[in-house]
């Protein structure tokens, strides 16, 4: 990617109040231009890793590794053993909670299923809901800028919500409408067997995380979910009302980078 397209969506981010006054702007490009071409995120994925290794416990590990909260995560009544496309036309069928009467139509997940990266955010809303694609309104196409400035396409990673249905008028998910949705996401998280997990937004991260803390306090510290590093963004949607927000965020994500380049070496 050339230097104006990278500052086209550094700019889209608000990247503009984030870079350090003793450097010039260009320079901060390249700097971040010849890192990515250093990195390069890689695609491959490990198949021979064994369903088994996900042990089926979400655990919060800080930085240097400390482990400070654990639970155990139910297995849900369907199987484990689906293939994608079962899976999928499980999805579009489920009548499990009273979301299946509202939906347009159901929102699986896009995008490379061999990804490195996956997404996890909250619900469809209602472009997502129309589309039958995740994050595709203006909040998603936010979160293609901020992918696209730490150097993945959004057809690299994949990208999926806690619920596969849009909750009417977009309010929060009710718990029993995560339970319902809880066992497609987790087979989602088995069959592609992520490396790295992004939790985008206060809501995916609580529930992922069985936690009640705040975002900003989950922000900033490798967690782990089925022993795959768990990293928390803000929503999207939350940053573009706020400039301020847009700035850690591009800490979360240099954190996030970060983590993956660890589990490369
Ligand atoms: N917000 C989400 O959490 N997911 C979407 O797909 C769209 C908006």
Request: hydrophobic share 40%; glycine share 4%.
């Amino acid at each position: 990617m050339d230097n104006a397209t990278r500052l086209h969506y550094l700019e889209a981010m608000g990247i503009t109040i984030w870079v350090p006054r003793q450097r010039p702007i260009a320079s901060e490009a390249e700097a971040m231009q010849s890192e990515a071409l250093q990195n390069p995120v890689s695609q491959d994925v490990d198949y021979l890793q064994s369903v088994d290794q996900l042990a089926i416990q979400a655990e919060h590990i800080d930085l240097v590794g400390n482990h400070f909260n654990a639970r155990s995560v139910p297995h849900d009544t369907l199987s484990f053993n689906n293939d994608w496309q079962t899976l999928q036309q499980q999805v579009a069928a489920c009548q499990q909670c009273s979301l299946c009467e509202t939906r347009t139509q159901t929102v699986f997940g896009v995008g490379n299923r061999h990804a490195d990266w996956m997404l996890i955010g909250e619900a469809p809303g209602q472009n997502e809901d129309l589309q039958g694609e995740p994050f595709v309104g203006k909040a998603g196409q936010l979160l293609t800028e901020m992918l696209r400035a730490i150097g993945l396409r959004r057809e690299e990673v994949y990208i999926a919500n806690m619920l596969k249905c849009r909750p009417p008028n977009n309010r929060d998910p009710l718990p029993t409408e995560v339970q319902a949705c809880h066992a497609f996401l987790q087979q989602q998280i088995i069959l592609l067997q992520p490396k790295l997990i992004l939790a985008v937004g206060r809501i995916a991260a609580q529930n992922l995380l069985n936690s009640k803390q705040t975002l900003s306090s989950l922000r900033g510290i490798r967690h782990q979910l089925h022993n795959i590093p768990l990293i928390v963004i803000p929503h999207p949607a939350y940053l573009l009302r706020s400039l301020l927000e847009k700035a850690k965020a591009w800490e979360d994500l240099q954190f996030a980078l970060s983590v993956y380049k660890e589990l490369e070496k």
